[in-house]
C-alpha cells in the first residue's frame, strides 16, 4: 500500500491553489509550471493521478468530449481552504467546461510560468468566490458584470487594466448593450480583449457595445476569432478593434505599457500557449478497460503512463497499475 501524498508548500499546495484560480488546466501545462525540468508530461501525469486516487484533484471533459482537463476535486479544496481569502460563495467547480478551459488558457497564455514584472491577474473564479473586499484596488466592484478576468500593471505615472470576454455562445443585443454600460462606466479598464467564433459576431457585439448608454468617445474593444487562438495561441492577431493585426502577446504588451524585451515576454510565445491547448487524449490510446464517463467526467482505474507525447500534443498511453 502507498503512502499518501505530502502536499508540500513547494508544490502540493501551490498547485492546488493553481487549479482552484484557473477552474480547468490541461497536463502539458500543469507539467511547464510545476515540473519545468521534465522534458515530458510523464511525471506530472503520474503525480496527478496519485493527486486523483486521494481525491485532491478530478478529471474533466469539455461538454463535446473533446478536450480533457485536470480540476480540483472536494480533498484538494479542503487541503487550501485556510489558504484562501474570506469567500462570499464557497466551491470552486466549473460548470462550463468547454468555455472555463479556453479563458484560462487565453488569460495564462505565453506568461503560464513567468508573467512580466509588475503584471498582475484576477481570474473570474476570484471574481466570483472572494469576498469584494479582498478584491485589489485596481479591480472594479461592481457585480453587474462579470468578466473572464483581468490583467493589470501600476506605475507611477499610470494605470493600466485590459478585460477578457471569451465568447464563445451568442447572447442577445440587450446583453451586450449591458456590457458595454459597464465598461463605460469603468474608467479604469483601458481595453477589453474578446473571442469570438467569426468576425461576424465580432461586428455584431460592437455594433451593441456602441449603441450602449454613456458609451465612452474611442473604441476600447478588440476581438479574436476563437479559431485562431485554438490554432496560434498568443500568436493569433486581433482581427478588429484597436490593435487590428497585432498578435495577442503584441497586444497584451501594448495595452499594458510591458517592455516586448521583458524576459517572459520573450519566452517561447507558440510553445508555452499551446500547452495550455494541449487538450486531447487520443482515445485508443488513452482510455483503459475499466475506464467509464459519468457525464464531462472520466472515471479511471488506478493507472501509470508509459509512452512519450509528441510535439504540441498530450498523447498518453495508459495501463492498469500493477500491484507492488
Known amino acids: 500500500m502507498s503512502k499518501p501524498t505530502q502536499l508540500s508548500n ?34 506530472s501525469y503520474n503525480w ?15 461538454e463535446k468530449g473533446k478536450s480533457f482537463y485536470w480540476t480540483l476535486d472536494r480533498a484538494g479544496f479542503a487541503a487550501i481552504r485556510t489558504h484562501l481569502p474570506p469567500l462570499r460563495e464557497e466551491g470552486f467547480r466549473s460548470e462550463h467546461p468547454e468555455h472555463d478551459g479556453l479563458a484560462s488558457a ?45 490583467w493589470h500593471t501600476q506605475t507611477r505615472e499610470v494605470s493600466r487594466t485590459v478585460a477578457l ?13 449591458t456590457i458595454g454600460s459597464f465598461y463605460a462606466e469603468m474608467g479604469q479598464i483601458n481595453r477589453v480583449l474578446w473571442v469570438v467564433r467569426s468576425l461576424t459576431d465580432a461586428a455584431r457585439i460592437a455594433e451593441s457595445l456602441k449603441s450602449s448608454p454613456g458609451v465612452r468617445s474611442g473604441d476600447m474593444h478588440s476581438f479574436v476569432k476563437l479559431d485562431s487562438f485554438r490554432k496560434q495561441g498568443w500568436s493569433a492577431q486581433v482581427a478588429s478593434g484597436p490593435g487590428s493585426g497585432l498578435t495577442i502577446q503584441s497586444f497584451l504588451c501594448k495595452a499594458l505599457s510591458v517592455p516586448e524585451n521583458d524576459k517572459a515576454v520573450t519566452s517561447p510565445c507558440h ?3 499551446l500547452s495550455l491547448l494541449e487538450t486531447r487524449i487520443r482515445q485508443r490510446l488513452s482510455v483503459p478497460s475499466g475506464a467509464r464517463r459519468e457525464g464531462s467526467v472520466l472515471r479511471l482505474p488506478t493507472t501509470s503512463v508509459v509512452g512519450t507525447p509528441a510535439p504540441h500534443e498530450t498523447r498518453i498511453n495508459v495501463k492498469p497499475e500493477v500491484s507492488q
Open 271 to 273: 510553445d508555452m500557449t
Open 106 to 150: 487565453l488569460h495564462l497564455g505565453a506568461w503560464l510560468v513567468e508573467g512580466p514584472a509588475g503584471v498582475q491577474v484576477f481570474t473570474e473564479q476570484q471574481l466570483r468566490r472572494l469576498e469584494i473586499e479582498e478584491y485589489p484596488a485596481w479591480v472594479p466592484k461592481d457585480l453587474g458584470h462579470r468578466p473572464d478576468g483581468y
Open 10 to 43: 513547494e508544490r502540493g499546495i501551490p498547485l492546488l491553489r493553481f487549479l482552484w484560480d484557473w477552474k480547468l488546466v490541461s497536463t502539458a501545462a500543469i507539467s511547464k509550471r510545476f515540473f519545468p525540468r521534465s522534458t515530458t508530461p510523464f511525471t
Open 165 to 177: 470576454e471569451m465568447e464563445i455562445s451568442r447572447k442577445k443585443a440587450p446583453m451586450y448593450q
Open 48 to 62: 496527478l493521478l496519485r493527486l486523483r486516487h486521494e481525491g485532491y484533484v478530478g478529471q474533466r471533459w469539455d
